[in-house]
């Protein structure tokens, strides 16, 4: 912050909050498939049990929804 400016209107609230750090969930293994037609991706899906479609770039398997319960979780460190 410089001399004479203020603070921002948003950091009074925010000020003795705990911090938040979301860690970035890397893969232990990557693996590229290509399929030939939809039925053979059709046929993969069902062996893995997991619903794909042509525009699908990625999943976990076991499967890991990208909506997951911790990000809903808050807890107090203390």
């Known amino acids: 912050m ?3 400016e203020e603070p ?3 950091q009074e609230h925010w000020e003795g909050m705990p911090e938040f750090v979301q860690h970035k ?3 232990y293994a990557q693996i590229i498939f290509r399929f ?7 046929d ?7 619903k794909l479609t042509k525009k699908t770039k ?3 398997h076991p499967f890991k929804s990208h ?12």
């Not at 030939?36 to 059709?42: C, K, M, R, T």
């Not at 993969?44 to 997991?50: D, E, H, R």
């Not at 909506?67 to 203390?78: A, I, N, P, T």
């Open 67 to 78: 909506f997951g319960l911790s990000k809903k979780v808050w807890q107090d460190e203390s």
């Open 58 to 60: 990625s999943c976990w």
């Open 25 to 27: 969930q890397k893969p």
């Open 2 to 4: 410089k001399l004479f």
């Open 36 to 42: 030939n037609s939809e039925e053979d991706l059709q």
């Open 8 to 10: 921002e209107k948003w």
């Open 44 to 50: 993969f899906a069902k062996v893995i049990g997991q």
